[in-house]
């Protein structure tokens, strides 16, 4: 056996940034890498990783879970496993970690994003964004099937456990693991806020802010701007001049989808407490 492998590939909108800039760096400093979101063939992940037989890396990419978009979400999984399988056929031990969302707030934070930087998006209403790629492209459920299929152990965290119990959804990743962390740094860890900011922008909104803040820049260097204002605080006013999605888009409205999201949820847990080489 070359070495292992702990490969965190999402969800995408579970915290993920957050969790690649402040958390794994910290918990493997010497054997951490954030993978690029366009790394996806075994040979590029085996040359990044070099000589270390017997070593256990942390790598992180949430494309390997799919894409932001449900249209392309599967299509994209699908992909990207066959690299999982190289690997693991090439001799390293492979373990994945994969961290769910509630559906609905998973969509609404994924819509979000790609409104600001779609305007065919932001004309879709939630429920016509969800159902875009169909019922495979949110199923966590399906997900776990074909990481069972292949036999990928797999620890599978809640995001919400992230928000409220930071220092145990850590602990579980380190134990998962099988390594040792220092107490201190578990507990700097653990202090970081985890929250979730939607942040809530069309296309134009985004605009503004771009044309705000270049003039805020001409302001300073011609030394005639009047106000001080902090980035941050134009930022701010752009936003209150901008047009956000109305609260009424943000919102599933079709009980038959909802039905479905609930299943899938209960589906999927229920996978996890039935398979072996699952964990939570």
Known sequence: MKGKIIFHIGLRKTGTTFLQKNVFPLLFPSHYIRLRSGVCASEEIISLLGEGDGVAFLLSSESFSGAIDPEKSWEMFSRKLHALEELRKSGYEVLLVLVLRNHEEWLRSA??????????????????FAERGGDSGISWERRLQ????????????????LR????EFVLKVINFAGEEV???ILERVSKKDYSSRIVNRTPQT????????LWRSVWKKLGVNPFVLSRDRVIGLADKVGSPIPDSKLQLKSEDLKARLSEDWSRAWDLVDEVDFFFE
């Open 164 to 167: 409220l119990n930071p220092k």
């Open 182 to 184: 220092d107490e201190r």
């Open 111 to 128: 819509y979000l994003q790609r409104c600001k930087k779609s305007n065919a998006i932001a004309s879709l209403s939630l429920d016509e």
């Open 206 to 213: 985004l605009a503004g802010i771009k044309v705000a803040l």
């Open 146 to 161: 074909v990481l069972k299929a292949k036999e990928f152990p797999t620890l599978v965290l809640d995001y919400e456990d």
